[in-house]
T-cell receptor, first 113, second 113 residues
Framework: EAQVTQNPRYLITVTGKKLTVTCSQNMNHEYMSWYRQDPGLGLRQIYYSMNVEVTDKGDVPEGYKVSRKEKRNFPLILESPSPNQTSLYFC????????????FGPGTRLTVT | GENVEQHPSTLSVQEGDSAVIKCTYSDSASNYFPWYKQELGKGPQLIIDIRSNVGEKKDQRIAVTLNKTAKHFSLHITETQPEDSAVYFCAASTNSGYSTLTFGKGTMLLVSP
């Protein structure tokens, strides 16, 4: 079954404590990205990656890091989380064929106190 | 870059009525327009998409229309059912799996029995 998985699904942490949200896809997609979803603001792209070792900033990259060492994995790293990073996060991957359907993970609800 | 506007932000209908959600885009190079449905607690899922070489596409109770001249596209849901209640997102990009999808801010559709 084609899917994007994320872990953890829920996370409560404190300001400044480094955390990583993992993302993995089983569709051999080259393009992967991270979004955050906040009420009234829709889906905003944080970072994206077009291939292994190729990453670039999206619309709201401040406070986040990513890495793409393997094609299937694209972790999101918050080196020093702050309360304004409390949000719902989605990982996505996209096929590079004609049109390229994008698949989303189930989401990670992050609360930073 | 691309900018996608989506209206309305909320839409309430009675079961059996039709629902229409409209989006406009700014980049004339965009030629791929997907629609996503997000149910509570889940990631967005693709429900229908359209490419610029067609003006309309249908899938059972769902249809999407595209007007490239006016740069707008719409989602039509007929005979709405309570299970259609969700947040719907439109998006636009070029017809390549390497390009970023730009999303509208979403429409919360509520179908009352």
């Amino acid at each position: 079954e084609a899917q994007v998985t994320q872990n953890p699904r829920y996370l409560i942490t404190v300001t400044g404590k480094k955390l990583t949200v993992t993302c993995s896809q089983n569709m051999n997609h080259e393009y992967m990205s991270w979004y955050r979803q906040d009420p009234g603001l829709g889906l905003r792209q944080i970072y994206y990656s077009m291939n292994v070792e190729v990453t670039d900033k999206g619309d709201v990259p401040e406070g986040y890091k990513v890495s793409r060492k393997e094609k299937r994995n694209f972790p999101l790293i918050l080196e020093s989380p702050s309360p304004n990073q409390t949000s719902l996060y989605f990982c996505a991957s996209r096929g590079t064929g004609m049109g390229g359907e994008q698949y989303f993970g189930p989401g990670t609800r992050l609360t930073v106190t | 870059g691309e900018n996608v506007e989506q209206h309305p932000s909320t839409l309430s209908v009675q079961e059996g009525d039709s629902a229409v959600i409209k989006c406009t885009y700014s980049d004339s190079a965009s030629n791929y327009f997907p629609w996503y449905k997000q149910e509570l607690g889940k990631g967005p899922q693709l429900i229908i998409d359209i490419r610029s070489n067609v003006g309309e596409k249908k899938d059972q109770r769902i249809a999407v229309t595209l007007n490239k001249t006016a740069k707008h596209f719409s989602l039509h849901i007929t005979e709405t059912q309570p299970e259609d209640s969700a947040v719907y997102f439109c998006a636009a990009s070029t017809n390549s799996g390497y390009s970023t999808l730009t999303f509208g801010k979403g429409t919360m559709l509520l179908v009352s029995p």
